[in-house]
């Protein structure tokens, strides 16, 4: 049975995508540890991303640090961090956040009810600003 990211991947489900390439889509998910935060998910579907292929955590991890760079200049925040964290979804996925603080990682907080209008404008902020970072590609319309 497929993942809900790979249904997500598919068109099954919707999403708010900022990112996609043949090895991989990045979204906002639906409960934010920060205004900003991203999901970047291998097409490739695989539990734990110890399993991954060694170019497909190098490709992970360059989209990440992209998506990061416009975070940073879309929202100003002290720093940008990345987990790796697997317990909700059997399938890799990379969680990169704007933070201000430690209390930005803390899942238990998660907002699980972020305001539809504003995760639509972030994630039109993200894409604009992955696009003035000269990543149109990639970036959905």
Do not use: C, K, Y
Request: without cysteine; aromatic residues 6%.
């Amino acid at each position: 049975m497929p993942s809900i990211f790979t249904r997500i991947i598919d068109g099954e489900l919707p999403a708010r995508f900022v990112w996609r390439d043949d090895t991989s889509v990045a979204f906002l998910p639906l409960e934010l540890l920060n205004r900003g935060h991203v999901l970047v998910v291998p097409r490739l579907e695989v539990d734990h991303w110890i399993d991954l292929p060694p170019d497909v955590v190098a490709h992970l991890a360059t989209v990440s640090q992209t998506i990061g760079r416009a975070q940073q200049q879309a929202f100003s925040p002290v720093r940008i961090g990345m987990l790796i964290v697997g317990f909700d979804v059997p399938h890799v996925h990379l969680h990169v956040v704007p933070v201000d603080n430690l209390s930005h990682f803390d899942f238990h907080a998660a907002d699980r009810h972020p305001d539809p209008d504003d995760l639509d404008r972030t994630a039109e902020t993200l894409r604009a600003t992955l696009r003035t970072l000269g990543h149109s590609a990639h970036v959905p319309d």
